[in-house]
């Protein structure tokens, strides 16, 4: 493997293996973007709510590479759902990045019982803009971010054009299991987001034994893992030399004992953030 390879969509649309991350990044994001694909990133992930699609969109636009060798993600956010504001909300973030179109659309956290009774009726509503802006050839992917089994069940009865993307927190210490299951049953590349336990499983007493054994940092063997669970991480930095190393992860593979015992890990990391007790 390589950083420039590929999953395949259930649309045919090829994405890269490891994304971008810049989520928690506005001051920097501009600078670290562009180290990122300096690096040899070429699919980068931002969302409305993260304040710095612009940014993003300017490191994109100036680093020389041809646009349709980079693969951009953008996220509707929660106070845009519905059909309506949904399609206002997504002209507004391809104004953001300057974009003619954009190649992967999520939404970025589902509606849920703590936010309104018509929760599966705004979810679909959404996703009927989704697929309206997808036929239009606006997208060249939809997805979904956050979606666990109740909200994804609930959705896929009403879908027409089926997600291709479902983006979970998912990194050693909290698997998502079920949700990482149903997904890949129904074809849908699942993205992890925060692959380095929001950077609390570095100091993970097992994994920093594990990664010393491979001569690698703890960083490299959550990435390494996300890969070999079929995942697509991601992982968010904003220096130079740890965005390079986060992409080098392919000169090792994690052995199916050690893999086992990662995944066995107790809960660790974990964001605090769950789709049935988000409110914003």
Known sequence: MALTDTYKLNNGVVIPKIGFGTWQNIDQAESATA????????????????????????????????????FITTKLYNTER???????????????????????????????????????????????????????????????????????????????VAPMVNQIEFHPGYMQQETLQMSHDLGIVVEAWSPLGNGRVLTDPVLVEMAARYGVSVAQLCVRWCLQHGTLPLPKSVSADRIAQNADVFGFEISTEDMAAIDALPETGFSGLHPDRVTF
């Open 82 to 160: 519905g059909y309506k504001t949904t399609l206002a909300a997504f002209e507004k973030s391809m104004a953001r990045l300057n974009l003619d179109y954009l190649d992967l659309y999520l939404v970025h956290w589902p509606a849920n019982p703590a936010v309104g009774e018509n929760w599966a009726e705004t979810n679909a509503e959404t996703w009927r803009a989704f697929e309206e802006l997808y036929d239009a050839g606006r997208i060249r992917a939809i997805g979904l971010s956050n979606f666990s089994v109740p909200y994804l069940t609930e959705l896929m009865k009403t879908v027409r």
């Open 35 to 70: 180290a990122a694909i300096k690096t040899g990133y070429r699919h980068i992930d931002t969302a409305a709510v993260y304040e710095n699609e612009e940014p993003v969109a300017k490191a994109i636009h100036e680093s020389g590479v041809p646009r349709e060798d980079i």
